[in-house]
């Protein structure tokens, strides 16, 4: 029997109840089941954090044609100078990351090529390169206008 708690002066006070808690115990069967739980959750939103965002736009690809002038940055990209990119800029020579290593294997410093280029929030890469013939006419100056049809399309 519990006996009440009484202080002279102080009001009588009653059996203190045991409170209930915010979060019940689980029951011994259970084991370390909701640790696993929690540790299953953090591993899935940590999973999620390195997703591909859902408002990000995917790549827009065109096809290019241009001058290949030989890898760089130990075959991680190429040298192109390039005719323009609809809506991305003028014809010009720059680097451009590959997105495939092996598809350049074949091509000589110098030898016109069409290849295709991705670009997105990510970045730019080229890839699918294919040799043209030499008598193919490239439109690299940019003030050149390349004929309806005969130039990079998107």
Do not use: N, W, Y
């Not at 029997?1 to 689980?26: A, D, F, I, K, N």
């Not at 350049?104 to 294919?130: C, H, N, W, Y």
Request: aromatic letters at 4%; charged letters at 25%.
């Amino acid at each position: 029997m519990t006996r009440p708690l009484h202080r002279p002066g102080l009001p009588e006070t009653r059996p203190r109840t045991q409170m209930p808690l915010p979060c019940p115990p689980l029951p011994d069967r259970l084991g370390s089941a909701p640790v696993l739980a929690c540790l299953v959750l953090a591993l899935g939103l940590a999973a999620c954090a390195d997703a591909p965002r859902a408002d990000a736009l995917p790549a827009e690809t065109f096809d290019v044609r241009g001058v290949f002038e030989g890898t760089r940055f130990d075959g991680a990209a190429v040298r192109v100078h390039h005719e323009a990119v609809p809506g991305h800029g003028d014809a010009m020579r720059m680097d451009l990351r590959l997105a495939d290593t092996a598809r350049v294997d074949g091509l000589r410093p110098g030898q016109k090529v069409r290849f295709r280029l991705a670009i997105s929030d990510a970045g730019t890469e080229a890839f699918g390169f294919a040799p043209l013939p030499d008598s193919t006419r490239l439109h690299l100056d940019p003030a050149e206008t390349p004929v309806s049809g005969d130039h990079a399309t998107h």
